[in-house]
């Protein structure tokens, strides 16, 4: 007989979270990646956070939303205003002149914040008309306003036929969308 996975409250969640983040903290093996990209005066190339459950499939995951779904890679995911620095070109005017690579940096909230999806907009017009029409995928009424930050993207390797996870958290940008830097990593 299967043994139950016990499901966790909202402060094992949370918890889940913290251990995510200091294990996002700490790692800091893809700077070197790095060295030979140089960037413009008042440039900063950052990784941005983004909280993952570790599970992979329904069954192994001990996390759930509101709703009882389970929490699971493929299906959830969430930015957080926070980055890390991989590499800067500080200038001497900047408030943050001595950024340095594995430095923690607030960017904006709103960074984080979701918006109402223009393709959901779309769609919701669609279900207007008669006969129904047939859709394959129903977009999500949100979408995370982090994808207004694609114009800073950087993909490592021009090379490669598509963008790997990590460069898709990968932006350069200019320095003043850097909202705070948190001393000696403390969050």
Same mark, same amino acid.
């Given at each position: 007989?299967? &043994?139950?996975? &016990?499901?966790?409250? %909202? *402060?094992?969640?949370?918890?889940?979270?913290?251990?995510? @983040?200091?294990?996002?903290?700490? +790692?800091?093996?893809? !700077?070197?990646?790095?060295?030979?990209?140089?960037?413009?005066?008042?440039?900063?190339?950052?990784? $941005?956070?983004? =909280?993952? %459950?570790?599970?992979?499939?329904?069954?192994?995951?001990?996390?759930?939303? +509101?709703?009882?779904?389970?929490? !699971?890679?493929?299906?959830?995911?969430?930015?957080?205003?926070?980055?890390?620095?991989? &590499?800067?070109?500080?200038?001497?005017?900047?408030?943050?002149?001595?950024?340095?690579?594995?430095?923690? $940096?607030?960017?904006?909230?709103?960074?984080?914040? /979701?918006?109402?999806?223009?393709?959901?907009?779309?769609?919701?017009?669609?279900?207007?008309?008669?006969? #129904?029409? $047939?859709?394959? /995928?129903?977009?999500?009424?949100?979408?995370?306003? @982090?994808?207004?930050?694609?114009? =800073?993207?950087?993909?490592? +390797?021009? #090379? *490669?036929?598509?963008?790997?996870?990590?460069?898709?958290?990968? =932006?350069?940008?200019?320095?003043?969308?850097?909202?705070?830097?948190?001393?000696?990593?403390?969050?």
């Amino acid at each position: 007989m299967a &043994k139950a996975i &016990k499901k966790e409250t %909202p *402060k094992k969640q949370d918890d889940a979270m913290q251990r995510h @983040f200091a294990r996002w903290k700490a +790692d800091t093996s893809y !700077i070197k990646e790095y060295v030979n990209d140089e960037l413009r005066p008042g440039d900063v190339l950052v990784r $941005v956070y983004q =909280y993952t %459950p570790d599970a992979t499939n329904a069954a192994a995951s001990k996390l759930v939303d +509101d709703t009882g779904t389970p929490l !699971i890679a493929k299906t959830y995911r969430r930015i957080i205003p926070f980055a890390k620095v991989i &590499k800067t070109h500080n200038i001497e005017s900047s408030p943050f002149q001595d950024l340095a690579p594995g430095d923690i $940096v607030t960017l904006g909230d709103a960074m984080a914040s /979701n918006k109402i999806n223009p393709e959901w907009q779309q769609y919701q017009e669609m279900m207007k008309e008669r006969p #129904l029409p $047939v859709v394959d /995928n129903i977009p999500n009424k949100y979408v995370n306003r @982090f994808s207004e930050w694609q114009k =800073y993207l950087y993909i490592t +390797d021009k #090379l *490669k036929p598509l963008p790997t996870n990590a460069d898709a958290l990968t =932006y350069i940008i200019p320095q003043v969308l850097i909202k705070t830097r948190k001393k000696n990593g403390k969050v």
